[in-house]
């Protein structure tokens, strides 16, 4: 463990599980309002509640068997659903509304990870992981590439920003200068320029995570720009240049994790069957 990982996990760290039993977890969000956790397990098509007091409770079945999770501006989720090809938003009033499942007339492969920036703008990934029974739905895919888009903040326009690679997880650095996107087909993490209308370009190679299974996954990013991202054996950091600081160990192959509590210092961790939190010394972004 170098200095650098040491600020970030004090030796010793080990993550706590904190409930297991499920099919596939994925798509973590804290809520801070309520103070608890959402998380999908995509083929029980529902979407968990974890909270402190109450430990797991349902919070929407059936979820379309969704996958990432985030909240909007107004604290509303919203959830990529596979099984209905769309990225959704659950109103305060518990309905579910369609944001996006079309793009020039084809539907969308399979959203799964989605991410929300300050001008309320909604980014999401839709490779084809869904198109299948288990995860999804048995169907074919109606648009010939996997894209990355871009929902305007008013809902009424879909802007699609990269088509080149096989899109996973996603997130921004601090000042939303930057996207990075998980290919997790060729194990690498991408970075794209973000400009002041919020499109993308200079995409590159961001981190390599080399071995099986295919990884990268999930990804988030703390206050001072550090990368964290699924892969094998737990959770890989690098530094906002790309240089890898460590490995955050986990019992179970990691998908998804997500900064939460009230300083946003724990990381919730969605691996398989399992759920599990690691307390860290560098803040997370929040969300909303």
């Given at each position: ?5 040491r600020?970030?996990?004090p030796e010793?760290?080990?993550?706590e599980r904190?409930a297991?039993?499920?099919?596939f ?5 804290w809520v801070?309002q ?6 999908s397990d995509?083929?029980?098509s529902r ?19 969704s996958n ?6 107004q ?8 099984a209905?090809r ?5 109103e305060t009033?518990g309905?579910?509304?369609?944001l996006?499942?079309?793009y020039q007339?084809?539907?969308l492969?399979s959203?799964?990870?989605v991410v929300?920036?300050s001008?309320g703008s ?7 992981y869904?198109?299948?029974p288990?995860f999804?739905t048995?169907e074919?895919?109606?648009l010939?590439?996997?894209g990355?888009y871009?929902?305007s903040?008013?809902?009424t326009?879909?802007?699609?920003l990269?088509?080149?690679?096989v899109?996973n997880?996603l997130?921004?650095?601090?000042d939303?200068?930057?996207?990075y996107v998980a290919?997790t ?6 970075v794209?320029?973000?400009d ?7 995409g590159?190679l961001f ?10 996954d999930?990804l ?11 892969g094998?054996?737990?959770?890989w950091?690098f530094n906002p240049?790309?240089?890898?600081i460590?490995v955050?160990l986990v019992?179970?192959l ?13 990381l919730?961790i969605?691996a ?5 939190r690691?307390?860290?010394n560098?803040?997370?972004?929040p969300?909303?």
């Open positions: 463990m170098d200095y650098d990982f600020r970030i996990a010793g760290t080990q993550a904190l297991t039993g499920f099919y977890t994925e798509g973590p969000v801070a309520g103070g608890y956790l959402l998380f995509i083929p029980a979407i968990k509640k974890w909270s402190p007091r109450d430990g797991i409770q349902d919070f929407r079945v059936p979820s379309g068997k990432g999770l985030t909240l909007d501006k604290g509303r989720l919203i959830a990529c659903e596979h209905n769309r990225v959704s938003r659950m009033d309905t579910v509304i369609t996006a499942s079309h007339g084809g539907k492969n959203p799964n990870d929300v920036k001008d909604v980014y999401f990934t839709d490779p084809p869904g198109l299948n288990v999804g048995l074919e895919p109606e010939p590439f996997y990355v871009r929902l903040p008013d809902g326009e879909l802007t699609l990269i088509d080149e690679a899109p997880g997130a921004f650095s601090p939303e200068s930057r996207l290919d087909e060729r194990n690498h993490l991408l794209f320029d973000v002041k209308d919020g499109l993308t370009s200079n590159r981190a390599h995570l080399p071995g099986e299974p295919l990884a990268p999930g988030k990013v703390d206050t001072e720009g550090n990368v964290y991202s699924t094998r054996g737990g959770i950091v240049e790309g240089g890898r460590g955050i019992p179970e990691p998908a998804n994790l997500a900064w939460g509590d009230a300083d946003w210092r724990t919730y969605t398989r069957s399992s759920l599990y690691v307390r860290l560098i803040p997370g972004l969300v909303s």
